[in-house]
T-cell receptor, first 116, second 113 residues
Framework: AQSVAQPEDQVNVAEGNPLTVKCTYSVSGNPYLFWYVQYPNRGLQFLLKYITGDNLVKGSYGFEAEFNKSQTSFHLKKPSALVSDSALYFCAVRQLSSGSARQLTFGSGTQLTVLP | ETGVTQTPRHLVMGMTNKKSLKCEQHLGHNAMYWYKQSAKKPLELMFVYNFKEQTENNSVPSRFSPECPNSSHLFLHLHTLQPEDSALYLC????????????FGSGTRLTVV
């Protein structure tokens, strides 16, 4: 079975500082990994994904994520946080191998608050 | 807009009412999903449809009844709901293999009174 853990319910960071939102995963075989962002009363919006290739993935709004196979992690990062980055962030995973369920498994979400 | 449209955006219904949520996508996706998002809880996958066939029902109470008449449309029929069913209901779609992840609609905020 596949699973995702986001160990922090809440992350606070000052505007202009770097931010990190943590995610670890568990799958059989190679993973597809995703980050989504959700603003209040909205659906989830795609930020970035890792399928294969370079371990550092760049996405929307200046976000990036680093895939670390040995640590089974896919942490979301941004060099300089903006107040407008304040939102709920979800990590998601699915297995790459054929025959597996196509469903994404989502983490429980991390509320990011950027303080002015 | 993401390409996945949900209507209505907000719905208030009594426990004896019958209502339906609608989801529509024109992205050429073959799989569609219903999720429930409650405050302080993880996303709950409710139903999965692939090529109009229901492939998953995660122990959802029968007061929720999905319908997928074609690959572009998905409905969630609601009847005799409970106050604890109040939540944000999200629809998503994807290619059959989920390679590019999901595209979500903006959701329907449901309040049961």
């Amino acid at each position: 079975a596949q699973s995702v853990a986001q160990p922090e319910d809440q992350v606070n960071v000052a505007e202009g500082n770097p931010l990190t939102v943590k995610c670890t995963y568990s799958v059989s075989g190679n993973p597809y990994l995703f980050w989504y962002v959700q603003y209040p009363n909205r659906g989830l919006q795609f930020l970035l994904k890792y399928i294969t290739g370079d371990n550092l993935v760049k996405g929307s709004y200046g976000f990036e994520a680093e895939f670390n196979k040995s640590q089974t992690s896919f942490h979301l990062k941004k060099p300089s946080a903006l107040v407008s980055d304040s939102a709920l962030y979800f990590c998601a995973v699915r297995q790459l191998s054929s025959g597996s369920a196509r469903q994404l498994t989502f983490g429980s979400g991390t509320q990011l608050t950027v303080l002015p | 807009e993401t390409g996945v449209t949900q209507t209505p955006r907000h719905l208030v219904m009594g426990m004896t009412n019958k209502k339906s949520l609608k989801c529509e996508q024109h992205l050429g996706h073959n799989a569609m999903y219903w999720y429930k998002q409650s405050a302080k809880k993880p996303l709950e996958l409710m139903f999965v449809y692939n090529f109009k066939e229901q492939t998953e029902n995660n122990s959802v109470p029968s007061r929720f009844s999905p319908e997928c008449p074609n690959s572009s449309h998905l409905f969630l029929h609601l009847h005799t709901l409970q106050p604890e069913d109040s939540a944000l209901y999200l629809c998503a779609s994807s290619q059959e293999d989920g390679f590019y992840g999901y595209t979500f609609g903006s959701g329907t905020r449901l309040t049961v009174v």
